[in-house]
């Protein structure tokens, strides 16, 4: 387990980690301050008095960079120097065998060769072991667990701060009668800051900012994550299935309290018990989840933060659904797979869960940039649906709703890996060979740079076949491996090829990764339904099936003789002037295709 998280850690997850921490430290002022500005316009509980409270709370931005900047020292010397000790205070899906657990090996090692058999697979496995775990603490193969940790403890000190800024404007104002002094306040929420962390690891100690750090780095602990981190400890085989859960499921949970019908009663989690707590009992049981004491004052300011999510939710769907109804935002495309595949090859990429640039016209990846993936996601999804040519709105409604929650909400956890391992227990071969080049990439020491270095120089999509061998090509050595590009039927080009310096770029950047401008005629093209032709898989005179080279000539053949482009680009000026597929689709109506085909 070790082995293989220091092997994907060691890549894009340090820049993925500070831009996660950074949107939703950057989040948690906005939404106080969105909440509170609300009530303070609509008399509703609230007053001004909170929206002064939020500004003093969060208005500490100088010192938070500096106190930032000492913990992410401490911690980063402190987990280099103490490897397994320092993990323990760290995040909990990178924890992994402790140091008396090896302790205990050794001891049994030296039991088992005391027995005095030639060959003991005990001894052999126990070798394994302790070979191990001096290998994964190694500085340099710790590097991006340790970076992790390191960051982590950047960003609790931005939590630290409001959550010291906060008690202190309170105890100000309980002994003041309202009275606000300044230097006072900035002395005691510095000495309540000090009191927060361990001088030394730099590892929070106050209930309160050990919540608010595992909020903003997705490992709040969980109630389902826990019996399934107890099904792979019994079941180690299906770790890789179920590699980091516990963030999966935080996201989903943080990503749902953005949802504009959260205040509503949808909400789930601590979201829902702090909002609908009416009683001094029900506020105070709220606020202990979150780490904090009771008092009116800290209970309304985190409902005002949970109000502002809602409210910044709201402002993401109006602004996502205006802009995907003029085809600048996709979801995650159709409900069928082999559709989804034919419309990649039109477009000459993956485009799916992409939004459009309204200035240079390129189009980004928004995928991981909770909360707010899921909700462009939802949108994309519906507007989809709703402007879709070949489909009316209400034709297989029930599989068009429940595949816009698969890909877009639980997507995000857990729940999606039981789809593969469902697959690999029905004895599918593909599947098994899936799971082992998986598993080999991970295993396979430095899996995240080597990821970076093959997106970098070879980031086009490759023809690859269902076997084994193949499918270990091309994930584990794609810079050196012989297999053929996916081409472009209409333009010969590689599909997904960027140039190395913006494939490099996009290798190591979290989301928004840039995937070109898409032409109009291909745009023109998807909204008008036409999913691609169909992909040729058998030599018609030999009826053998076709090669990964049988398919690149034909394709680079068809690109260069079939003129495929220009003749949509012909039939695209001859809709625009006749309005044929408006037409279509006005005559249409709500009738399925069965009923008035395309």
């Given at each position: 387990?070790?082995?293989?998280?220091?092997?994907?850690?060691?890549?894009?997850?340090?820049?993925?980690s500070?831009?996660?921490?950074?949107?939703?430290?950057?989040?948690?002022?906005?939404?106080?301050?969105?909440?509170a500005?609300?009530?303070?316009?609509?008399?509703?509980?609230?007053?001004?008095?909170?929206?002064?409270?939020?500004?003093?709370?969060?208005?500490?931005?100088?010192?938070?960079f500096?106190?930032?900047?000492?913990?992410?020292?401490?911690?980063?010397k402190?987990?280099?120097?103490?490897?397994?000790?320092?993990?323990?205070g760290?995040?909990?899906?990178?924890?992994?065998?402790?140091?008396?657990?090896?302790?205990?090996i050794?001891?049994?090692?030296?039991?088992?060769?005391?027995?005095?058999?030639?060959?003991?697979?005990?001894?052999?496995?126990?070798?394994?072991?302790?070979?191990?775990?001096?290998?994964n603490?190694?500085?340099?193969?710790?590097?991006?667990?340790?970076?992790?940790?390191?960051?982590?403890?950047?960003?609790?000190?931005?939590?630290?701060?409001?959550?010291?800024?906060?008690?202190?404007?309170d105890?100000?104002?309980?002994?003041?009668?309202?009275?606000?002094?300044?230097?006072?306040?900035?002395?005691?929420?510095?000495?309540?800051?000090?009191?927060?962390?361990?001088?030394?690891?730099?590892?929070?100690?106050?209930?309160?900012?050990?919540?608010?750090?595992?909020?903003?780095?997705?490992?709040?602990?969980?109630?389902?994550?826990?019996?399934?981190?107890?099904?792979l400890?019994?079941?180690?085989a299906?770790?890789?299935?179920?590699?980091?859960?516990?963030?999966?499921?935080?996201?989903?949970?943080?990503?749902?309290?953005?949802?504009?019908?959260?205040?509503?009663?949808?909400?789930?989690?601590?979201?829902?018990?702090?909002?609908?707590?009416?009683?001094?009992?029900?506020?105070?049981?709220?606020?202990?989840?979150?780490g904090?004491?009771?008092?009116?004052?800290?209970?309304r300011?985190?409902?005002?933060?949970?109000?502002?999510?809602?409210?910044?939710?709201?402002?993401?769907?109006?602004?996502?659904t205006?802009?995907?109804?003029?085809?600048?935002?996709?979801?995650?495309?159709?409900?069928?797979a082999?559709e989804?595949?034919?419309?990649?090859?039109?477009?000459?990429?993956?485009?799916?869960?992409?939004?459009?640039?309204?200035f240079?016209g390129?189009?980004h990846?928004?995928?991981?940039?909770?909360?707010?993936?899921?909700?462009?996601?939802?949108?994309?999804?519906?507007a989809?649906?709703?402007?879709?040519?070949?489909q009316?709105?209400?034709e297989d409604?029930?599989?068009?709703?429940?595949?816009?929650i698969?890909?877009?909400?639980?997507?995000?956890?857990?729940?999606?890996?039981?789809?593969?391992?469902?697959?690999?227990?029905g004895?599918?071969?593909?599947?098994?060979?899936?799971?082992?080049?998986?598993?080999?990439?991970?295993?396979?020491?430095l899996?995240?740079?080597?990821?970076i270095?093959?997106?970098?120089?070879?980031?086009?999509?490759?023809?690859?076949?269902?076997?084994l061998?193949?499918?270990?090509?091309?994930?584990?050595?794609?810079?050196?491996?012989?297999?053929?590009?996916?081409?472009d039927?209409?333009?010969?080009?590689?599909?997904?090829?960027?140039?190395?310096?913006?494939?490099?770029?996009?290798?190591?950047?979290?989301?928004?990764?840039?995937n070109?401008?898409?032409?109009?005629?291909?745009?023109?093209?998807?909204?008008?339904?036409?999913?691609?032709?169909?992909?040729?898989?058998?030599?018609?005179?030999?009826?053998?099936?076709?090669?990964?080279?049988?398919?690149?000539?034909?394709?680079?053949?068809?690109?260069?003789?079939?003129?495929?482009?220009?003749?949509?680009?012909?039939?695209?000026?001859?809709?625009?002037?006749?309005?044929?597929?408006?037409?279509?689709?006005?005559?249409?109506g709500?009738?399925?295709?069965?009923?008035?085909?395309?």
């Amino acid at each position: 387990k070790a082995a293989m998280y220091n092997s994907v850690l060691l890549g894009s997850s340090l820049p993925k980690s500070v831009a996660g921490n950074a949107i939703l430290t950057v989040a948690k002022p906005m939404s106080a301050l969105l909440g509170a500005g609300r009530g303070a316009i609509l008399r509703n509980g609230a007053d001004a008095a909170d929206f002064r409270r939020s500004l003093a709370v969060y208005s500490g931005v100088k010192e938070n960079f500096y106190r930032g900047l000492d913990l992410m020292r401490r911690r980063w010397k402190h987990i280099n120097d103490n490897p397994l000790l320092a993990q323990k205070g760290g995040r909990a899906d990178l924890r992994t065998a402790r140091s008396e657990d090896l302790d205990k090996i050794n001891d049994f090692k030296d039991a088992w060769l005391a027995e005095g058999k030639p060959v003991d697979g005990r001894v052999a496995a126990a070798n394994t072991a302790l070979v191990l775990g001096w290998y994964n603490n190694n500085k340099i193969v710790r590097s991006g667990v340790n970076a992790l940790h390191a960051i982590d403890g950047f960003f609790s000190a931005f939590q630290g701060t409001g959550i010291a800024r906060a008690r202190a404007y309170d105890e100000i104002f309980q002994y003041s009668n309202g009275a606000f002094n300044k230097e006072y306040f900035d002395k005691r929420s510095a000495e309540l800051f000090d009191s927060y962390f361990d001088p030394v690891t730099g590892l929070p100690t106050d209930e309160a900012v050990k919540n608010a750090t595992a909020e903003v780095s997705l490992n709040q602990p969980n109630f389902l994550v826990n019996r399934l981190e107890g099904f792979l400890d019994a079941v180690p085989a299906a770790q890789p299935t179920f590699m980091f859960a516990r963030t999966g499921m935080n996201a989903f949970d943080i990503s749902w309290s953005f949802l504009p019908t959260s205040e509503l009663g949808v909400g789930i989690g601590k979201a829902r018990k702090l909002l609908r707590a009416s009683t001094q009992a029900e506020k105070a049981a709220a606020l202990g989840e979150h780490g904090l004491e009771y008092s009116e004052a800290m209970w309304r300011a985190k409902k005002n933060e949970y109000i502002g999510r809602t409210i910044a939710g709201q402002g993401i769907v109006m602004a996502g659904t205006l802009w995907a109804l003029e085809g600048n935002l996709y979801g995650p495309g159709p409900t069928d797979a082999g559709e989804r595949q034919r419309m990649m090859r039109v477009m000459g990429g993956n485009y799916f869960n992409h939004i459009k640039n309204p200035f240079t016209g390129e189009w980004h990846d928004y995928r991981g940039m909770e909360p707010f993936s899921m909700l462009l996601g939802l949108v994309g999804s519906a507007a989809y649906e709703a402007t879709r040519t070949d489909q009316s709105v209400m034709e297989d409604i029930y599989r068009k709703t429940a595949h816009a929650i698969t890909m877009n909400v639980t997507n995000q956890t857990f729940f999606k890996q039981f789809e593969p391992l469902a697959a690999l227990l029905g004895k599918d071969p593909t599947a098994w060979s899936r799971f082992a080049a998986n598993t080999a990439n991970m295993v396979i020491p430095l899996s995240g740079l080597r990821t970076i270095v093959n997106n970098t120089f070879v980031p086009q999509l490759k023809d690859v076949e269902r076997d084994l061998g193949s499918m270990i090509a091309n994930k584990v050595f794609k810079i050196t491996n012989t297999l053929e590009d996916e081409i472009d039927i209409y333009t010969g080009e590689p599909i997904n090829y960027a140039n190395p310096i913006n494939a490099g770029i996009n290798a190591v950047l979290p989301f928004l990764k840039s995937n070109g401008g898409m032409e109009p005629w291909r745009e023109w093209l998807l909204a008008s339904g036409w999913n691609n032709l169909n992909k040729y898989r058998m030599n018609k005179y030999t009826k053998a099936p076709l090669t990964a080279s049988d398919r690149f000539f034909i394709n680079n053949w068809v690109a260069k003789y079939g003129g495929l482009k220009g003749q949509v680009e012909r039939i695209m000026k001859m809709d625009e002037k006749g309005k044929f597929t408006q037409k279509y689709v006005n005559a249409r109506g709500d009738m399925s295709q069965k009923e008035y085909p395309i």
